[in-house]
T-cell receptor
Framework: SQTIHQWPATLVQPVGSPLSLECTVE??????LYWYRQAAGRGLQLLFY??????ISSEVPQNLSASRPQDRQFILSSKKLLLSDSGFYLC????????????FGEGSWLTVV | QKEVEQDPGPLSVPEGAIVSLNCTYS??????FMWYRQYSRKGPELLMY????GNKEDGRFTAQVDKSSKYISLFIRDSQPSDSATYLC?????????FGTGTSLTVIP
């Protein structure tokens, strides 16, 4: 069966520091991969998605970036965090060109202080 | 108008009650419909997904889709305190996913 792992679960970072959140999927190949941010009362905001290694689409201009160095690995990064980057970040995957559902990781709580 | 509308609640019911959670949508191209349960500070967990209009049952949960009215529902029978969570509806058009903002449910023992 397929599983998705996301880490770290919680982190507190000072303003201006770098960020790296990692996500891996097991039990499938060539998944579509996503990074979402979830704000209370505002639902899920798609940040990045990827249909293959090195292929990243950005939905929201910001100081975050994403990379996909391996088929089942997705990384969310920032060189310098802002206070407004605080939030709950979710990695997710779906299968194939027309995957009919999406599966989420456990999420990462980021607090920028 | 948002693609998917979901009443945020909060919804509070006594244990054993039947819960009805609903979403409306505007895009008739939506093909698959999903419900997720999300506990506090956790990722959303897939509960049910369905494609066609009608009902789909899984234990205490029933998902209902009415494509003619662009309306989907999730019913929870014999609700339990462990059902207290936020429930999100989701839909697909092509390879794009669209989510409701979630309904917060509390089941009181």
């Amino acid at each position: 069966s397929q599983t998705i792992h996301q880490w770290p679960a919680t982190l507190v970072q000072p303003v201006g520091s770098p960020l790296s959140l990692e996500c891996t999927v097991e039990g499938t190949s060539n998944p579509n991969l996503y990074w979402y941010r979830q704000a209370a009362g505002r639902g899920l905001q798609l940040l990045f998605y990827s249909v293959g290694i090195g292929q990243i689409s950005s939905e929201v201009p910001q100081n975050l970036s994403a990379s996909r160095p391996q088929d089942r690995q997705f990384i969310l990064s920032s060189k310098k965090l802002l206070l407004s980057d605080s939030g709950f970040y979710l990695c997710a995957w779906s299968q194939g060109q027309f995957g009919n559902t999406i599966y989420f990781g456990e999420g990462s709580w980021l607090t920028v202080v | 108008q948002k693609e998917v509308e979901q009443d945020p609640g909060p919804l509070s019911v006594p244990e054993g009650a039947i819960v009805s959670l609903n979403c409306t949508y505007s895009n008739s191209a939506f093909q698959y419909f999903m419900w997720y349960r999300q506990y506090s500070r956790k990722g959303p967990e897939l509960l049910m997904y369905t494609y066609s209009s009608g009902n789909k049952e899984d234990g205490r949960f029933t998902a209902q889709v009415d494509k003619s009215s662009k309306y989907i529902s999730l019913f929870i029978r014999d609700s339990q305190p462990s059902d207290s969570a936020t429930y999100l509806c989701a839909m697909i058009s092509g390879n794009q996913f669209y989510f409701g903002t979630g309904t917060s449910l509390t089941v009181i023992p």
